[in-house]
């Protein structure tokens, strides 16, 4: 399956942040400050706003 890696440095995009460390950096705990969440499934990428609607990835106070 060639897709199968670019599925996964798609995802990669989420970064690795916990959502403790998230926070921790006042970012967003859902989207780690990015915003947007990636997905991917056999080669076909979706990246989602954020459903915690926050302010482009950072935490709202
Ligand atoms: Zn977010």
Request: aromatic fraction near 4%; include cysteine; charge should be positive.
């Given at each position: 399956?060639?897709?199968?890696?670019?599925?996964?440095?798609?995802?990669?995009?989420?970064?690795?942040?916990?959502?403790?460390?998230?926070?921790?950096?006042?970012?967003?705990?859902?989207?780690?400050?990015?915003?947007?969440?990636?997905?991917?499934?056999?080669?076909?990428?979706?990246?989602?706003?954020?459903?915690?609607?926050?302010d482009?990835g950072?935490?709202?106070?």
């Amino acid at each position: 399956m060639p897709h199968r890696m670019a599925d996964q440095q798609w995802e990669a995009q989420n970064g690795s942040l916990s959502p403790d460390e998230a926070r921790a950096r006042g970012l967003c705990w859902c989207c780690s400050g990015n915003g947007a969440l990636y997905s991917a499934h056999g080669g076909e990428r979706i990246t989602a706003p954020c459903p915690e609607r926050c302010d482009n990835g950072k935490a709202r106070r």
